[in-house]
T-cell receptor, first 113, second 109 residues
Framework: DAGVIQSPRHEVTEMGQEVTLRCKPISGHNSLFWYRQTMMRGLELLIYFNNNVPIDDSGMPEDRFSAKMPNASFSTLKIQPSEPRDSAVYFC???????????FGPGTRLLVL | GQQVMQIPQYQHVQEGEDFTTYCNSSTTLSNIQWYKQRPGGHPVFLIQLVKSGEVKKQKRLTFQFGEAKKNSSLHITATQTTDVGTYFCARYNNNDMRFGAGTRLTVKP
């Protein structure tokens, strides 16, 4: 199994631009999580899906952030417009069910100038 | 949701010394998971504890779940430079998954 796949691995953009992060979970997993990691705030859960349905998006910072999961093998996290404070590492993780072991992708390192 | 408090935030040890990180919750936990993140890497699952008073071992790592299921610990015996990284506890409760702030371990050879 290839594990959780994320793209791009690195993204540098200018303030105000739209950023789209992509994730392919492990085949057969029912739950998908998006996290943001910074030195100041640690590892924060942004949103998670069960069977492609968003269950808890209380961690999404504000309306500039949106996430979709159109099918079991693909999810996106979009930031529009991006701001410098959005600079962080964004991880996607998947699991068989929400309380089970999570398998993390390699992360997307986002820098907003 | 209730956070899990993890201490210490940082720990620097000499190679061969022991290391322990603690995870505490004000509420009873259904389970607790431990992850390790190497510098520049992503969190990797180590273990899950479910039962009250449970103790599990992985080579030099010993994981404990408190009798009241409100705290947990990870102990590393005789640290090695390969143990460097940040250790996170994570708890799942009532559809809510939360990670502790992590303990960053550095090991001096």
């Amino acid at each position: 199994d290839a594990g959780v796949i994320q793209s791009p691995r690195h993204e540098v953009t200018e303030m105000g631009q739209e950023v789209t992060l992509r994730c392919k979970p492990i085949s057969g997993h029912n739950s998908l999580f998006w996290y943001r990691q910074t030195m100041m705030r640690g590892l924060e859960l942004l949103i998670y899906f069960n069977n492609n349905v968003p269950i808890d998006d209380s961690g999404m910072p504000e309306d500039r952030f949106s996430a979709k999961m159109p099918n079991a093998s693909f999810s996106t996290l979009k930031i529009q417009p991006s701001e410098p404070r959005d600079s962080a590492v964004y991880f996607c993780a998947s699991s068989f069910w929400q309380q089970e072991t999570q398998y993390f992708g390699p992360g997307t390192r986002l820098l907003v100038l | 949701g209730q956070q899990v408090m993890q201490i210490p935030q940082y720990q620097h040890v000499q190679e061969g010394e022991d290391f322990t990180t603690y995870c505490n919750s004000s509420t009873t936990l259904s389970n607790i998971q431990w992850y390790k993140q190497r510098p520049g890497g992503h969190p990797v699952f180590l273990i899950q504890l479910v039962k009250s008073g449970e103790v599990k071992k992985q080579k030099r790592l010993t994981f404990q779940f408190g009798e009241a299921k409100k705290n947990s610990s990870l102990h590393i015996t005789a640290t090695q430079t390969t143990d460097v990284g940040t250790y996170f506890c994570a708890r799942y409760n009532n559809n809510d998954m939360r990670f502790g702030a992590g303990t960053r371990l550095t090991v001096k050879p």
